[in-house]
């Protein structure tokens, strides 16, 4: 049984460009979350789909957004890149609004 | 009132040896509280969960301990071995909410 699945691993972007990151959640789980994590911190939530619509969001700018597909994979996606967006960007999925989050290996993103 | 504050950021222990992480938190709400284990490169991967009407749970070599008056919890891990050398993370979530992490303890268990 597949977990989370993210893509790409590893992604280097430049100051003002645009970037989409992708996530498969774990099969039976149709809830995903995304999470920033900055070197050395915990993971900060991004914000939360379900049902294919944005349902909570933690303290990120308007250029982070996101869409969930009917078949429950997610994209999240960051306009404008700042040096301070370079993290690990984190995806979980749960079933429903139940706990029991399970976490993919995440995207290593670098702005130069 | 968000915050979930870890201690220590960082702990050395020797084979065998009961590192011990401990949190605390201030919102009442919180309803659910996991801990995590994150290897370098991974992404963090659940170890154990704890409600708020249980004081302790068990689940192979890790133990939660909870102290809801004190609004604090904490992470035993028995007979450690170097392979439980990793950041871990607690956390805690309101029902149907976010998880508020803290920020991480770096284990490192000596041979």
């Known amino acids: 049984d597949a977990g989370v699945t993210q893509s790409p691993t590893h992604l280097i972007k430049t100051r003002g460009q645009q970037v989409t990151l992708r996530c498969s959640p774990k099969?039976?789980?149709?809830?995903v979350s995304w999470y920033q994590q900055a070197l050395g911190q915990g993971p900060q939530f991004i914000f939360q789909y379900y049902e294919e619509e944005e349902r909570q969001r933690g303290n990120f700018p308007d250029r982070f957004s996101g869409h969930q597909f009917p078949n429950y994979s997610s994209e999240l996606n960051v306009n404008a890149l700042l040096l301070g967006d370079s993290a690990l960007y984190l995806c979980a999925s749960s079933p429903g609004h139940n706990y029991g989050y399970t976490f993919g290996s995440g995207t290593r993103l670098t702005v130069v | 009132q968000q915050q979930v504050k870890q201690s220590p950021q960082s702990l050395i222990v020797q084979k065998g040896g009961i590192p011990i992480i401990n949190c605390a938190y201030e919102n009442t709400a919180f309803d659910y509280f996991p801990w995590y284990q994150q290897f370098p490169g991974k992404g963090p991967a659940l170890l154990i969960a704890?409600?708020?009407?249980?004081s302790e749970k068990k689940e192979g070599r890790f133990t939660i301990s909870f102290n809801k008056s004190a609004k604090q919890f904490s992470l035993h891990i028995m007979d450690s071995q170097p392979g439980d050398s990793a950041t871990y993370f607690c956390?805690?979530?309101?029902?149907?909410?976010?998880?508020?992490f803290g920020q991480g303890t770096e284990l490192s268990v000596k041979p």
């Open positions: 099969s039976g789980h149709d809830t």
């Open positions: 956390a805690a979530s309101r029902p149907r909410g976010k998880l508020i």
């Open positions: 704890i409600r708020p009407d249980v």
